[in-house]
């Protein structure tokens, strides 16, 4: 079965520097998404992407956050200065029309 | 925008009782509820969902139920098994819209003892 995979699993960075966290959706999928889940918390939407642009994006998603499709295949989220709030997992989802959303295995990043 | 309450937080039962969690939706226009289970230090992986057009769905030993005059719906495990140990959450999603997201609710973490 087709999967969402994730790199890095885990992201060490300083506070303040910029950190790129990569998703190969599912090939024939339409939608990306990209969620946040503080450790013990709830999964939280960051944004969502469709036809090579922003379509939704939540109060999370500032400035310092920015996401690429800049292939056919890469979905990427990046974090231009990252502060030590950021530090959670950050799942990549991704689904067809009318169908429900995969969750990636996340990438755990962790800001020092 | 939408807000989805879910209870309890943690939830223990016995290995073979049935588990029951609960959500609240507050938006109307939502109309499909999907429900995840999360392991530890993994993906949540969709374990059952139900379109607003049904008010029951069932899955071998997992159903969900729909309430949409009070935009409630639950989970239901049967027969719980050690493994069914895990975060479960559940989720709802706008109609309308082209990124229709999902909304989480908080998370039950349930032991099933053995």
Redesign the interface.
Known sequence: EPEVTQTPSHQVTQMGQEVILRCVPISNHL?F?W?RQILG?????LV?F??NEI??KSEIFDDQFSVERPDGSNFTLKIRSTKLEDSAMY?CASRQTEQ???????TRLSIL | GENVEQHPSTLSVQEGDSAVIKCTYSDSASNYF?W?KQELG?????II?IRSNVGEKKDQRIAVTLNKTAKHFSLHITETQPEDSAVY?CAARPRS???????????TQLTVLP
């Open positions: 939608y998404y969620y918390q709830k999964v939280e939407f969502s469709y036809n379509s939704e799942f429900p959303q995969h969750f990636g295995d996340g | 999907p995840y993994k993906r949540p992986q969709l969902d959450f819209g082209s990124a229709r997201q999902l909304t989480f609710g908080s998370g």
